[in-house]
């Protein structure tokens, strides 16, 4: 998952061979985690606001179940979003949340294959989000410029790929060999290869983002880091988006792990166990996301 790809890899791999991601079954977590990231949301719409003043149309491609469209909409008052997504599911979660938080008149959902969906807009975006999706897409740079021309002259290109793989457990947990998350890191970066290479019409591509975006035509406006920061004693959100995860990780690679670490693992899973992550006061949330942001000239 993402995105922050390092955020959303662990998305989907429920065996170690299937890179393939059923986004629709992803949904109430993916809701689940944007709503806990919102406060690192939060901070990139302050960033964002001050970059692009006053956008009409706000288009989040790839936007899942919303969160962070609806976000956009409460950021930008003045202005209309559309969530973009391959999946209805997805959309339909996006649709009804924007009805509860009261944005529905002027929030709309577009349902197909990025980046030719966007084709279907009405008008060019003054704003296009595209969060921890473009490394979904075969070929990142094909789709780069697919947005780009997609953008209204002045418009701003908002993507968000990369950071720091989230950390929630100190080094040395109190049993087991220390290290085991930058561990499991080094396995998530596999699958996240594997998953990339088994994308339909997938392109190796050097992820120079700035560099992609200036080749798309675009004249990149900056680059900034969020980070959530949940210290410990943490909520019980966090405990159960780091439960969700760990078990997902343990699921999708568990076989590939050294018998020590798959022990540990099963340990900090287990709900009867006072050390696990369901109950161990130490756990918290570090996350890092970074957004590249690129403007339309001409
Ligand atoms: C990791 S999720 C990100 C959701 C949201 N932007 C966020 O940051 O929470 C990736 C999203 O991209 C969508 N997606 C992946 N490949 C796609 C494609 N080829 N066309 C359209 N949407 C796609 C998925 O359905 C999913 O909602």
């Keep these: 998952m993402a995105h922050n790809h390092h955020s959303d890899r662990h998305a ?31 901070h990139t719409m302050a960033w964002l606001a ?41 959309l339909a979660r996006a649709g009804a949340r924007a009805g509860r938080l009261g944005v529905a008149d002027r929030f709309g959902t577009l349902t197909g294959e990025l980046p030719d969906v966007l084709d279907d807009l009405d008008y060019p975006a003054d704003l296009l989000w595209v969060g921890r999706t473009l490394h979904h897409l075969g070929d990142q740079r094909a789709a780069l410029a697919a947005f780009a021309a997609r953008l209204a002259v002045g418009g701003t290109l908002a993507l968000q790929e990369g950071g720091l793989s989230a950390r929630y457990l100190p080094r040395d947990v109190g049993f087991g060999r220390p290290g085991l998350q930058a561990r499991l890191d080094a396995l ?53 988006y780091v439960a969700a995860t760990l078990t997902r990780t343990r699921d999708g690679i568990g076989d590939h792990l050294e018998a020590d ?25 570090l996350a890092a996301q970074t957004v590249y942001t690129a403007v339309r000239t001409k």
């Design 12 to 42: 989907g791999h429920h065996h170690h061979d299937h890179t393939d991601v059923d986004w629709a079954e992803m949904g109430p977590e993916l809701e689940a985690q944007a709503e806990l990231f919102t406060p690192l949301y939060e």
């Design 50 to 90: 001050k970059r692009q003043t006053e956008p009409g149309l706000i288009v989040d491609a790839g936007s899942g179940p919303g969160v962070i469209a609806c976000l956009l909409a409460d950021t930008f008052p003045g202005a209309r979003v559309v969530a973009v997504d391959a999946s209805e599911p997805l």
């Design 188 to 240: 998530e970066e596999e699958w996240f290869a594997a998953m990339r290479a088994d994308l339909p019409g997938t392109v190796v591509e050097t992820e120079d983002w700035p560099a992609l975006l200036a080749a798309a035509g675009l004249r990149p406006s900056g680059t900034r880091t969020f980070l959530l920061d949940l210290p410990a004693p943490t909520t019980d959100r966090a405990r159960a």
């Design 261 to 285: 670490d798959r022990a540990t693992l099963d340990r900090l899973l287990d709900p009867d166990d006072k050390a696990s992550v369901y109950h161990r006061p130490d756990l918290f949330l």
